[in-house]
């Protein structure tokens, strides 16, 4: 992804960025202040969802595979409780990402940039009375922005609180450790990067 997001998806944009001398900078995100992350972090089923969907998709187009997935994940996996912002929820799906995607909503796909400064977070709560119904149900109306199961955050810091104990987190795509407390900081433009000219 994120040599897709640069402009770099292929070996000759590469190539020719590298040729051409066009170089820019791109955020990074600290997380726990010891460890980089370049695209995403999750945790819960998020990943799970992604591989299902993306498993589908070729088949039966975004959408519908969207709708299954998270059919899918929410039959199957276990919520995480998690404190932030004061508030305490329950989520089966977790998203964070560097730089804000888009489109909104829980199927984000691309960066239009890759250096403002911002963390993308994005949590399905599905932890109240008949959340998974009603979380499904606004997903099919193209209706799950405006659901108040949806929280969609963008700021330069995240931080959350595992309730239950230590927790697993995947960052860039690979499950890392668990851990109970984690804090998420955006890195303004520390990244140097070749990309084509626009």
């Given at each position: 992804h994120f040599a897709k997001d640069i402009g770099c998806d292929t070996v000759a944009a590469?190539?020719?960025?590298?040729?051409?001398?066009?170089?820019?900078y791109a955020d990074t995100i600290a997380f726990n202040d010891s460890s980089t992350v370049v695209n995403t972090a999750s945790i819960g089923a998020y990943p799970a969802f992604v591989r299902?969907?993306?498993?589908?998709?070729?088949?039966?187009?975004k959408p519908l595979a969207g709708v299954y997935a998270m059919v899918h994940t929410l039959r199957r996996e276990k919520p995480v409780r998690i404190r932030y912002d004061n508030?305490?929820?329950?989520?089966?799906?977790?998203?964070?990402?560097?730089?804000?995607?888009?489109?909104?909503?829980?199927?984000?796909?691309?960066r239009t940039r890759m250096?403002?400064?911002?963390?993308?977070?994005?949590?399905?709560?599905?932890?109240?009375?008949?959340?998974k119904l009603r979380i499904m149900s606004a997903l099919?109306?193209?209706?799950?922005?405006?659901?108040?199961?949806?929280?969609?955050?963008?700021?330069?810091?995240?931080?959350?609180?595992?309730?239950?104990?230590?927790?697993?987190?995947?960052?860039?795509?690979?499950?890392?450790?668990?851990?109970?407390?984690?804090?998420?900081?955006?890195?303004?433009?520390v990244l140097p990067v070749f990309r084509p000219l626009k």
């Open positions: 590469t190539v020719e960025a590298i040729r051409t001398g066009s170089a820019a299902t969907r993306e498993k589908l998709e070729h088949k039966i187009g508030k305490t929820l329950e989520t089966s799906m977790f998203f964070l990402g560097n730089s804000v995607y888009l489109p909104s909503g829980f199927a984000p796909a691309r250096d403002d400064g911002l963390i993308d977070v994005r949590i399905l709560e599905t932890g109240r009375r008949l959340s099919m109306l193209g209706r799950l922005e405006r659901s108040p199961l949806y929280h969609e955050v963008q700021a330069p810091e995240f931080e959350f609180e595992s309730v239950d104990g230590p927790t697993p987190i995947a960052r860039d795509g690979e499950v890392g450790s668990t851990c109970e407390r984690a804090s998420f900081r955006a890195r303004y433009r």
